[in-house]
């Protein structure tokens, strides 16, 4: 592939403005991507992402509720009143199927607002990874892969996913004139790729919230290419694009 490619560590590392006429995907693998990965490959109808617990009050407000289902964490926890937290193992087929989901995330869905300039926003993770650069080879525009991080941190996981990505769009062989970002997530990709779930339970984010999140959400996230959804920004909804049928 011929495309510029770059990876912004966090969500707050980039100015706004920067993603015009970009391709981007957001990548947040524990949890928000994954969960929306899960959500749409389930069945739900969209997911309205928003950037606080205001915004989805708000939509939740004007909205028919037994479509639509609030959802979302504060620092990992379900927010009280919620009906789902951000674990992707809830968002099972008998709960979201046909619903829209207003998902209200610590760093996922405000990576996502962030990103609203851009040509076209899609979501990555490591379930959806092969259906991502299938798509990411054909699109013409350049490309910048959006990390979510951690409160405005680099969160280790995102950036091996993006890794991930670039090694697979080129093949194991990046140029020597690639972008310094694109260069760090390749590099960090060839140490650790061959041990995804070693290397994500030992993250900053395994250790900080062992206590909240279980490991079966986080092993459950490191599965590679189960899922062919690609889910896409359309006027604030993110649908799924793969045209995934039941
Ligand atoms: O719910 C999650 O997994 C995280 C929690 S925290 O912000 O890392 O504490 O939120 P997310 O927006 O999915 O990164």
């Not at 912004?8 to 706004?16: A, G, M, R, T, V």
Request: proline residues 2%; hydrophobic residues 40%.
């Amino acid at each position: 592939m011929s495309n510029n490619i770059d990876v912004f560590i966090s969500s707050q590392s980039f100015q706004e403005e920067e993603l015009r006429e970009k391709t981007v995907v957001v990548i947040d693998v524990l949890r928000a991507s994954s969960t929306m990965v899960t959500a749409l490959d389930n069945n739900a109808k969209g997911v309205i992402p928003v950037a606080d617990m205001d915004d989805a009050s708000k939509i939740s407000q004007n909205l028919n509720s037994p479509n639509f289902l609030l959802s979302g964490e504060k620092n990992g926890v379900k927010i009280e009143g919620y009906d789902l937290g951000n674990s992707p193992l809830d968002y099972t087929s008998d709960v979201v199927k046909d619903k829209t989901i207003i998902l209200n995330t610590t760093n996922g869905t405000k990576a996502i607002k962030r990103a609203s300039l851009a040509k076209e926003v899609v979501i990555g993770s490591f379930l959806n990874l092969r259906t991502v650069v299938d798509y990411l080879q054909k699109v013409e525009s350049e490309i910048v892969l959006v990390c979510a991080g951690w409160h405005d941190r680099l969160a280790l996981e995102d950036l091996l996913c993006a890794g991930n990505i670039i090694y697979e769009l080129t093949g194991g062989s990046l140029s020597s004139t690639a972008q310094d970002g694109a260069k760090v997530a390749f590099g960090l990709y060839e140490k650790f790729g061959d041990d995804i779930e070693g290397t994500i339970k030992s993250s900053n984010y395994a250790v900080r919230l062992k206590d909240i999140v279980s490991e079966e959400d986080l092993l459950y996230c490191c599965q590679r290419n189960i899922m062919q959804v690609l889910p896409a920004m359309n006027e604030g909804i993110i649908s799924d694009i793969h045209g995934k049928k039941e």
